[in-house]
């Protein structure tokens, strides 16, 4: 079964530092990934998806993640984190033939001045 | 931007009661979804609905649990009997496609208290 593993419940991060959040797949094929993010009272907004191609992805408001076969991960990554990130952060993937997303457990981003 | 909206934001309902949870996809698409996240765990897949059928459905969708677009716009989620567990936030998802790379929409979720 397609699951992804993400590695701290909750990152805390000072303004202008490097954000990155992990994401590991199991997979036995080639996954979909998806990064999702919640803002507080909002609903899940998509970041980025990998699907094929291009291995560094880039998605909105700076995000960008890499899909590393060789270490079967997706970690999401913004050079400069800014006080509007404070969110929490989903990976999600589906499998081939279908598009039901099963997703991480979430990391909640804290940005501090 | 369009986006998916979903009505009542919060809804308290007595154990045994029954809940119908409502969704207005975006206007375009055809595939409709439902997830929910339990207080502190991961969001879920529930169902999946095209056509006016169930695509695919999870195994906590039990015959407790029915999906119905009762008109062009909207798109609801019943539970028949509700139940202590059944208390999560419910979210209603759209796409254009169903391919496993066609984007979702969710919108900003249902919160369920079953007392």
């Known amino acids: 079964a397609q699951s992804v593993t993400q590695l701290g419940s909750h990152v805390s991060v000072s303004e202008g530092a490097l954000v990155l959040l992990r994401c590991n797949y199991s997979?036995?094929?080639?996954?979909?990934l998806f990064w999702y993010v919640q803002y507080p009272n909002q609903g899940l907004q998509l970041l980025l998806k990998?699907?094929?191609?291009?291995?560094l992805v880039k998605g909105i408001n700076g995000f960008e993640a890499e899909f590393k076969k060789s270490e079967t991960s997706f970690h999401l990554t913004k050079p400069s984190a800014h006080m509007s990130d404070a969110a929490e952060y989903f990976c999600?993937?589906?499998?081939?033939?279908?598009?039901?997303?099963?997703f991480g457990t979430g990391t909640q981003l804290k940005v501090e001045l | 931007e369009p986006e998916v909206t979903q009505t009542p934001s919060h809804q308290v309902t007595q154990m045994g009661q029954e809940v119908i949870l409502r969704c207005v996809p975006i206007?375009?698409?055809?595939?409709f979804y439902w997830y929910r996240q339990i207080l502190g765990q991961k969001v879920e897949f529930l169902v999946s609905?095209?056509?006016?059928?169930?695509?695919?459905k999870s195994e906590i969708f039990d015959d407790q649990f029915s999906v119905e677009r009762p008109d062009g716009s909207n798109f609801t989620l019943k539970i028949r009997s509700t139940k202590l567990e059944d208390s999560a936030m419910y979210f209603c998802?759209?796409?254009?496609?169903?391919?496993?790379?066609?984007?979702?929409?969710f919108g900003p979720g249902t919160r369920l208290t079953v007392l």
């Open positions: 998802a759209s796409s254009v496609n169903r391919g496993p790379t066609d984007t979702q929409y």
């Open positions: 997979s036995s094929v080639p996954p979909y």
């Open positions: 990998y699907t094929t191609g291009a291995t």
């Open positions: 999600a993937v589906t499998r081939g033939g279908g598009n039901k997303l099963t």
């Open positions: 206007s375009n698409h055809l595939y």
């Open positions: 609905f095209y056509n006016n059928e169930i695509s695919e």
